[in-house]
Structure formats: structure tokens, C-alpha cells
């Protein structure tokens, strides 16, 4: 155990490669640590099944993870998975869908696919859609929150929890980090391709309808008595009227 522990901190340590495409970058970073990426995240990862609950995933739903990884958030909601139309994992990294397509074989209604999630598109639009510590780590975040907005249908609901700092000065309503706070986990996470400014909770603030706001802090491992903020938000995207339409038939 020790020593699995010991590989993966050095995995960490020595951070993602800076060079190549972002799907090479994962690949290079996960491989490595693919088969323990869930344990030592166990720890790390807050507030995901409470974001999870709630969203109010429910019967005959299609539903639809982004970034989703090795499909570990499934477990969460196991119970509930084959009564829904449908769940779709979206990730870029080949080595945790591997993980993924072993955890979600049980289930005929679960599809793990491997694609960007700025341009993935579903055959149907969903009915609940999320992201789990996965729009720190995508460059191009706001075409990934525009992309779950096509994919929404009218009065679906999007989850989200992540990492965050924020900004000097906050939005309204946000808490207010410490300076010291603001320098550190951004330049801490950085090492690993995690970016946490707070851009991207405004942005989904300013695209979606929003239900609920939550800010904490978690523990880190390894690290005692230091906490890193995160957010959990469920929001809605509105009905729109019909006068434009979308790639789907429906207006945007």
C-alpha cells in the first residue's frame, strides 16, 4: 500500500508534461496512475455525491457525465442506473476509460466514449448533465459549458463541483478567499494542468439558471490542516422561446 501510495506522489510531483496535444498530456500524466487514480482521489474529491443528490437524477432520465473519467461517480447513483434511459461517460484520456469500461460493463444502458467535450454531441439531447472536478482540468472550458448547454434539453439540469478560488474583487454573493489562499492553490494545481481561477463559476453563473450555490473547503491528502476551496452548483438552462433554432430543432 505504502509503496503504491509512494509511486503515485511521485506520479503527481512530477506533474502533467507541458508539451503535445491535451489528449497526449492526460494520457502521459493518467497512465501511470490509472489503476489507483480512483483510490488516492477517494480523499481528495469533495462534494460529489452530494451534487450528485442534488440534481435529482431520476427514472427514465438520459444522463451525461463530461470529463467523467473512470465513471466513479456512477457508483453514487449505482442503484438508480438501470432504471434511466440512458448514461453517457465522456473523457479524452484512453487510460481511464479503460477503468471506466470495466466498472460500467454490468450495465447495458451505460455508454463510455472517448471524445473532446467541447464538441461531443449526444444522439439526443439529455435530461441531466454534469461535471465533477473535470472543468479545471479542460483548457477550453467555456466551449465545454456552451457544448452542455446544446446538449441540455429546455428545463434540464446541470451539476457542478470543482475546485475554485475567487476572484479579487468577488461577484456578489461569492465567498471572499484569502489572498494567501488565491496565490497558492492556483500555482499548487497549476503543477498538475488543474487551473482554479474563478472565471468559470461566473461563466456558468451568467449561462445557466442557477438553483443552488454551495462553497466549502476540503481536506487535501498528505497535507495536514490545509483545505482547498471547491463549489457545488446545480443550475437549469431555461426554456427558450421558439424563434431560433438550435442544431437539435430547438431554439437557442
Same mark, same amino acid.
Given at each position: 500500500?505504502?509503496?503504491?501510495?509512494?509511486?503515485?506522489?511521485w506520479?503527481?510531483?512530477?506533474?502533467q508534461?507541458?508539451?503535445g496535444?491535451?489528449?497526449?498530456?492526460?494520457?502521459?500524466f493518467?497512465? &501511470?496512475?490509472a489503476?489507483?487514480?480512483?483510490?488516492?482521489?477517494?480523499?481528495?474529491?469533495?462534494?460529489?455525491?452530494?451534487?450528485?443528490?442534488?440534481?435529482?437524477?431520476a427514472?427514465?432520465?438520459?444522463?451525461?457525465?463530461?470529463?467523467?473519467?473512470?465513471a466513479?461517480?456512477?457508483?453514487?447513483?449505482?442503484?438508480?442506473i438501470?432504471?434511466?434511459?440512458?448514461v453517457?461517460?465522456?473523457?479524452?484520456?484512453?487510460?481511464?476509460?479503460?477503468?471506466?469500461?470495466?466498472?460500467?460493463a454490468?450495465?447495458?444502458?451505460?455508454?463510455v466514449?472517448?471524445?473532446?467535450a467541447?464538441?461531443?454531441?449526444?444522439?439526443e439531447?439529455?435530461?441531466?448533465?454534469?461535471?465533477?472536478?473535470?472543468l479545471t482540468m479542460?483548457?477550453k472550458?467555456?466551449k465545454a459549458?456552451?457544448?452542455a448547454?446544446?446538449?441540455l434539453? &429546455?428545463?434540464g439540469?446541470?451539476?457542478?463541483?470543482?475546485?475554485?478560488?475567487?476572484g479579487?474583487?468577488?461577484?456578489?454573493?461569492?465567498?471572499?478567499?484569502?489572498?494567501?489562499?488565491r496565490q497558492?492553490?492556483?500555482?499548487?494545481?497549476?503543477?498538475?494542468?488543474v487551473?482554479l481561477?474563478?472565471?468559470?463559476?461566473?461563466?456558468?453563473?451568467?449561462r445557466?439558471e442557477v438553483?443552488?450555490?454551495?462553497?466549502?473547503?476540503?481536506?487535501?491528502?498528505?497535507?495536514p490542516?490545509?483545505?482547498?476551496?471547491y463549489?457545488q452548483?446545480i443550475?437549469?438552462?431555461?426554456?427558450?422561446?421558439?424563434?431560433?433554432?438550435?442544431?437539435?430543432?430547438?431554439?437557442?
Amino acid at each position: 500500500m505504502l509503496r503504491t501510495e509512494a509511486k503515485l506522489l511521485w506520479t503527481l510531483l512530477r506533474g502533467q508534461p507541458r508539451s503535445g496535444s491535451l489528449k497526449r498530456r492526460l494520457e502521459g500524466f493518467y497512465a &501511470p496512475q490509472a489503476s489507483r487514480y480512483d483510490n488516492f482521489r477517494e480523499r481528495l474529491l469533495h462534494g460529489r455525491a452530494e451534487m450528485l443528490a442534488a440534481l435529482e437524477l431520476a427514472p427514465g432520465q438520459r444522463v451525461l457525465e463530461l470529463g467523467g473519467g473512470t465513471a466513479r461517480n456512477l457508483e453514487f447513483y449505482a442503484n438508480l442506473i438501470p432504471k434511466l434511459a440512458s448514461v453517457q461517460v465522456v473523457d479524452l484520456c484512453g487510460p481511464l476509460l479503460t477503468q471506466a469500461r470495466h466498472r460500467c460493463a454490468r450495465w447495458t444502458n451505460v455508454y463510455v466514449t472517448e471524445a473532446d467535450a467541447t464538441v461531443f454531441r449526444p444522439p439526443e439531447q439529455v435530461d441531466r448533465l454534469y461535471f465533477s472536478y473535470a472543468l479545471t482540468m479542460m483548457p477550453k472550458w467555456r466551449k465545454a459549458i456552451d457544448n452542455a448547454w446544446q446538449m441540455l434539453k &429546455p428545463g434540464g439540469m446541470l451539476g457542478v463541483v470543482d475546485f475554485y478560488v475567487s476572484g479579487p474583487p468577488p461577484t456578489p454573493g461569492e465567498r471572499v478567499h484569502h489572498w494567501l489562499t488565491r496565490q497558492f492553490w492556483p500555482r499548487w494545481f497549476a503543477h498538475d494542468g488543474v487551473y482554479l481561477e474563478p472565471e468559470r463559476l461566473r461563466y456558468l453563473m451568467q449561462r445557466f439558471e442557477v438553483l443552488i450555490l454551495q462553497e466549502d473547503s476540503g481536506s487535501i491528502p498528505y497535507l495536514p490542516g490545509l483545505c482547498v476551496p471547491y463549489f457545488q452548483l446545480i443550475a437549469r438552462k431555461p426554456d427558450m422561446p421558439l424563434s431560433r433554432q438550435s442544431v437539435y430543432g430547438i431554439t437557442q
